[in-house]
């Protein structure tokens, strides 16, 4: 219980007296943990900045503990604090979920906020996740980069998380979902001009003028692949930019190109010959996926749900 939430010293002079803690306090504690930010947990209480900062040091002053770091740009959390956030989040949240609902509210379930890189989502995770509609699960689904998702998900806004890295810290929890395989793919036409033997026996030598196809400006799944299968760094310019993978994989079948790509995403273009692997290493690059969530039990159950199904649909991606 929260009115057990002591402080851990010994009797002494400057000890703080054992005893409930101001809730208030804990909840203002607990949005600048997960926020990393003063500022940001302001916002997400409706509070000024300088009533975050008071609280946060009337905290300090009641545990005699200093909770955060703070640095040039927002907070970092001390080993304390961090032990005080496992300890208060769940029940925390749990009574925000009451108190948000109202007494006497029929306990109707609440949507399921799933967030996610928009392409693993629409091709992997929502299909997985089609059948629980009928079962009555709501969704609302939110894509976006890894980053900000997860400290949307520190915040409180996701439940669940389908994050390309595995977070640090004890604020979540994470299990690994799905390993992802990358391919360095071209159309049938410039797999013709380039010819995939030259690729094996010349490497990078033989895509010498060949346009890139890549998700950013700096290349980051080609340079990561160059690195690992060719061992030399990659150099050059993309010809074409798209911030959406699957806006890449329209561009190499339309014939622009070569791209490096997950292997999910394009399985039914290779299987149909519309892309041609250009390079099969017997050791690929791989991506390992995460379903990260907030430490404890979630107050909607559906949470739960939505959690062993893409697990279980993660076996045979």
């Keep these: 219980m929260l009115g057990g939430v002591t402080d851990r010293g010994t009797d002494g002079p400057g000890v703080v007296p054992r005893g409930p803690l101001d809730l208030s306090l804990l909840r203002t504690f607990l949005a600048v943990h997960r926020t990393g930010s003063f500022t940001a947990a302001a916002r997400l209480l409706n509070l000024s900045q300088p009533t975050v900062t008071t609280q946060i040091r009337s905290l300090e002053r009641r545990l005699d503990r200093e909770l955060f770091e703070r640095l040039p740009r927002g907070v970092a959390p001390t080993p304390y604090a961090d032990d005080l956030a496992a300890q208060v989040a769940a029940p925390l949240d749990a009574l925000a979920a009451v108190t948000d609902r109202g007494p006497g509210t029929a306990s109707a379930a609440q949507p399921v906020h799933l967030a996610g890189p928009a392409e693993f989502l629409c091709v992997s995770a929502l299909p997985a996740l089609a059948p629980l509609v009928e079962e009555g699960v709501r969704l609302q689904v939110r894509p976006g980069l890894t980053d900000e998702l997860l400290d949307g998900l520190r915040a409180g806004h996701h439940d669940l998380v389908i994050s390309t890295v595995r977070p640090r810290g004890r ?15 071209a159309s049938p036409e410039w797999a013709r001009r380039i010819d995939p033997r030259n690729v094996a026996e010349d490497g990078p030598a033989a895509l010498r003028g060949v346009p890139m196809v890549m998700y950013a400006e700096d290349l980051p799944i080609a340079r990561r692949y160059w690195r690992h299968v060719f061992g030399r760094r990659l150099t050059g310019e993309a010809a074409v930019t798209v911030p959406d993978l699957r806006g890449v994989v329209a561009t190499v079948v339309a014939g622009a190109g070569f791209s490096v790509l997950p292997h999910y ?33 979630p107050e909607n159950p559906h949470v739960g749900l939505v959690r062993d199904r893409l697990l279980a649909a993660a076996r045979l991606w």
């Design 265 to 297: 995403l394009c399985r039914a273009e290779l299987d149909a010959g519309r892309l041609v692997p250009l390079l099969e290493p017997d050791d690929p690059p791989i991506n390992t996926s995460y379903l990260a969530q907030r430490p404890g039990t």
């Design 171 to 185: 604020t979540l929890t994470a299990v690994p979902l799905t390993d992802e395989e990358f391919v360095l793919v």
